[in-house]
């Protein structure tokens, strides 16, 4: 059994992601968490007032949440029914990024999905604000983004990003390595340098250990030189290649610490057309436990 989470602010972006988990996870014995969470506004006429209307404010959003994750479960059971798919509702009365971060690491969840919308104009931010405070914050559990308006496609091609500075342990990549094997996929390892060199012996080692990991999946090394930036030449890599999902480790001096710390004219530029799959840094074992911490959940 897996663990999804999917948050929702019942946006088309966000039922899109559903739509994509739904797909994604059909053949897999599945629980999947719908997660709304609200924070009223607060009048700011005067104090007065905004305590006389706080509790009509919190009643209202916490229908308005509870009648909207009911709405997402008719359309799934309409459209996606499946006897493998358990589903089950959050309304929360808090932040999202802080809800997600609690209950991944008291419910053991297994994979974070989120959508993210694509960037309008320089005043955006890379991916979206919480899609990028969601990755930085989760860390027992990957976090997989799917953009907007992106099709399902059945992830044959993946790109697993790395400098291969760093060594990767089982539990970091069994995300990939079972994404690979469920599809068939093939792995396209893909390394950006600034300046093409010869890989020293500790890249050389850690590349001979992440092939040993992959085992029988099949997989390439691609080594390309940097264009303008590491995201946009990942992006043209996944264009050129037809690649249907990429995937890299959040860690410090990481591709995606670089991608998410990156001037906001750079961020821009990597419009995240495929998903993206961040796994955090997991050390030798899995970190999530399930625990019996109970929330207000609904089915």
């Given at each position: 059994?897996?663990?999804?989470?999917?948050?929702?602010?019942?946006?088309s972006?966000?039922?899109?992601?559903?739509?994509?988990?739904?797909?994604?996870?059909?053949?897999?014995?599945?629980?999947?968490y719908?997660?709304?969470?609200y924070?009223?506004?607060?009048?700011?006429?005067?104090?007065?007032?905004?305590?006389?209307?706080?509790?009509?404010?919190?009643?209202?959003?916490?229908?308005?949440?509870?009648?909207?994750?009911?709405?997402v479960?008719?359309?799934?059971?309409?459209?996606?029914p499946?006897?493998?798919?358990?589903?089950k509702?959050?309304?929360?009365?808090?932040?999202?990024?802080?809800?997600?971060?609690?209950?991944?690491?008291?419910?053991?969840?297994?994979?974070?999905?989120v959508?993210?919308?694509?960037?309008?104009?320089?005043?955006?931010?890379?991916?979206?604000s919480?899609?990028?405070r969601i990755?930085?914050?989760?860390?027992?559990?990957?976090?997989?983004?799917?953009?907007?308006?992106?099709?399902?496609?059945?992830?044959?091609?993946?790109?697993?990003?790395?400098?291969?500075?760093?060594?990767?342990t089982?539990?970091?990549?069994?995300?990939?390595?079972?994404?690979?094997?469920?599809?068939?996929?093939?792995?396209r390892?893909?390394?950006?340098?600034?300046?093409?060199?010869?890989?020293?012996?500790?890249?050389?080692?850690?590349?001979?250990?992440?092939?040993?990991?992959?085992?029988?999946?099949?997989?390439?090394?691609?080594?390309?030189?940097?264009?303008?930036?590491?995201?946009?030449?990942?992006?043209?890599?996944a264009?050129?290649?037809?690649?249907?999902?990429l995937?890299?480790?959040?860690?410090?001096?990481?591709?995606?610490?670089?991608l998410?710390?990156?001037p906001?004219?750079?961020?821009?530029?990597?419009?995240?057309?495929?998903?993206?799959?961040?796994?955090?840094?997991?050390?030798?074992?899995?970190?999530?436990?399930?625990?019996?911490k109970?929330?207000?959940?609904?089915?």
């Open positions: 059994m897996k663990y999804i989470l999917i948050p929702t602010d019942f946006s972006n966000a039922w899109n992601a559903i739509q994509y988990a739904l797909k994604l996870l059909q053949d897999e014995e599945c629980t999947f719908l997660l709304n969470t924070t009223p506004a607060i009048s700011s006429s005067r104090f007065i007032a905004a305590s006389l209307e706080g509790g009509h404010l919190a009643n209202s959003a916490h229908s308005a949440s509870k009648m909207g994750l009911k709405n479960l008719s359309a799934i059971a309409r459209q996606y499946n006897d493998k798919h358990t589903l509702t959050i309304s929360s009365f808090s932040l999202l990024v802080d809800e997600i971060v609690e209950i991944v690491a008291d419910h053991g969840i297994d994979l974070v999905l959508g993210t919308k694509g960037a309008s104009g320089l005043e955006e931010v890379f991916m979206g919480n899609t990028v990755i930085k914050a989760v860390k027992n559990c990957p976090v997989l983004a799917i953009p907007q308006n992106y099709e399902f496609i059945k992830p044959s091609e993946i790109s697993f990003a790395t400098d291969f500075n760093r060594f990767y089982i539990s970091e990549l069994k995300p990939v390595i079972d994404l690979a094997v469920s599809f068939g996929a093939a792995v390892i893909v390394h950006v340098q600034h300046k093409i060199k010869a890989l020293t012996e500790l890249q050389r080692f850690n590349l001979g250990m992440l092939r040993k990991y992959l085992g029988e999946v099949a997989h390439y090394v691609h080594t390309v030189s940097e264009c303008n930036s590491v995201s946009e030449t990942l992006e043209l890599f264009q050129e290649l037809d690649i249907h999902l995937a890299m480790l959040h860690y410090p001096h990481s591709y995606m610490e670089r998410t710390r990156a906001v004219v750079k961020r821009v530029a990597f419009h995240t057309r495929i998903p993206l799959l961040v796994i955090p840094e997991l050390g030798m074992g899995t970190s999530n436990k399930k625990n019996s109970a929330l207000s959940f609904s089915d």
